[in-house]
């Protein structure tokens, strides 16, 4: 095996990386992106959620070839079924020589030896009743990681919204960091009651007063040189019919002693940036606006990227007139001091629930007749990729601000512009018109005609309408819709060594019929708020069906999309999975050749030094598949079956001289392996 470089910690670390960056800059060697993890002959780490700092999901390993593929099998198990761990949403962090995830609605924090499989220790908070309410308890995304003077911490977001620092060795409560929670068997040490820091009045066992809001995380924090920056979530949007709730602000923390250190607010107030963007006093009541989605970060230059989701109330925004900064955006904050450096909303008043679902990705491009570009590029539902300049938050390529559709619903009043990047193309399809419907045979683009005469269709960001509606239609298509384009369960990749961005998606639009937010109440069995809106989400709209149960739309159904972010062009784009058995064996499309569609599942991926990976079904929709792809043409080098679907994520690191690749199946963890790997380990399930 070849030699390979190391990136360190501290000053060190910083040294390399310039000089790294120097040398790119100069043409001498691929910029490798922002990263702490360890590299050398026999260890690659997964050191943050993404990998790195830059969140590319990339792995420098490269023992796992296109001739070798083909080889891979189950080294071992990891089942946490008895944590009543079922998401599989969590991306475990391989540093220090050891496995480090949470699992179940408890997020136990767990430490598991990476040859074997085996737990090593595990770790939960005391059961709280904040905590039995999160909505967001099972969907624990991973832990972060740092060292204090050398010393390994793991630091966990709870449902609760504590923060949580345990000694990576051991797993017992940091000592110094914190102080005592009054609650009842929490620990003396370790833990930071973060609603403290909120500003909102609360009790230490039962939380905010649901009258007021609620707030969790489901993303861990991230540390960045000596703070950790933590996100957070809300109640779902589409569970919500009272206009009251609490802003998802964003907190840091001195990473040693767990001392807060700022507060940014993502609601504007009085006299600050973005303010006058909450028209009827809204900033004063209304809330949300979280990062529920896993942060990214510079260090180099004290920079946390953080993306956020829309304010209270999905679907209809009426009580919050404005565009309401900083809702669906990308902020880029001082690490330091909480400082906004630049910000941009990638979509004005959403009701669209078009939530930034994933990490900003920050790569180093060669563009052609401008040379490096540092940049960070924000993948969206919508089927776009939003891309800046890290340091300025200028975008790469020009942006323009078209018109869109006016709503229909009495009391909505949405922005009149959206912006649309010239650059890169969009993954997905956006929007939905009768050229959009299947046409295999006459019959069937005829009854797709006559069924979607019952539905408002539209362009990209045609909004939802309303119960009663004067068309006297059944919903209104959201193409992509909140399930649909790129999505939290498929996080995007990519090889920072060329400037690749593989983007997965799925073809799907949601159908969205608003209804007077009393009657919406009424569905919701704990409402945060008071005040009830005039209209809220009703029940889901059964999608279009057709008689033959073939979608109404033409494929693919799935899709990975490969940008040359230099260019700022499509590569190459690729179905992802098999074509379901209901689709090519239909007796509606006898004796036609339907190609491949895709399986109509995002993907999970990542991206190693020879190949992207990629999980999907095969034509029966049951039989687990882990495919290998050339990374520059998406040509299909192997496959093999696996035990289940991955799910979320999946990562890929050394250890000893073996490159494993984790899929998160559900309760388990399924580390893929050469035979090598498991010659001298045990192999043993756990």
Sequence with gaps: MKSRFSILSGSTAR??????ALAATLGLIPQIGLSQNLVTDD???WYTLGSDYAHTRYTPADEITAENFNELEVAWEWDGSSFNGYSGRSTPTYVDGKLFTVSGPRRNVVAIDPKTGETLWSYRLPNTGRWEYSMRASYGKGITYSRIDGKGVVYVSTPGFFLLALDAETGSPLEGFGGQVPVDGFPD?????????LGHPYDPYAG?????GYITASSPPIVVNDVIIVGNSAEQGYLQARVENVPGDILAYDKVTGAFKWKFNVIPQPGEYGHETWENDAWQ???DVSSWAPLTADPENNIVYVPTNPPTIDYYGGFRPGDGLFGTSVIALNTETGERLWHFQTVKHDVWNYDNPAAPIQLDLNIPGRGRVAAVAQVTKQGYVYTFDRMTGEPVW???YRDVPVSEVPGEKLATTQPFPTKPPAFE???LSNDDLIDYTPELRREAIEVMANYKMG??????IHAGNAMGLISAAMCPGDGGGANIYAPPTADPTSGFLYVPSANSCSWQRIIPGEEADARIDQPTGTTFAAYANGPRSRPPRLDSGLPYVKPPYSTITAYDMNTGEIAWRIPAGETPDRIRNNPALEGIDIGDTGSGSAPSMVTTANMLIYAGFDHDGRTALLYAIDKKTGEELGRIEVPAQSRYGMSSWMHDGHQYIILQTGSKLTAMALPAASADGSGASH
């Design 398 to 400: 020009p942006m323009e």
């Design 208 to 212: 905010i007063p649901l009258e007021t």
């Design 459 to 464: 362009p990209l960001f045609n909004p939802p």
């Design 285 to 287: 009541w209304t809330g």
């Design 429 to 431: 399809m956006q929007g």
């Design 43 to 45: 260890t690659v780490e």
């Design 189 to 197: 040490t370790g833990v930071v009651d973060m609603l403290a820091d």
């Design 15 to 20: 040294k390399l990386v310039s000089l790294s």
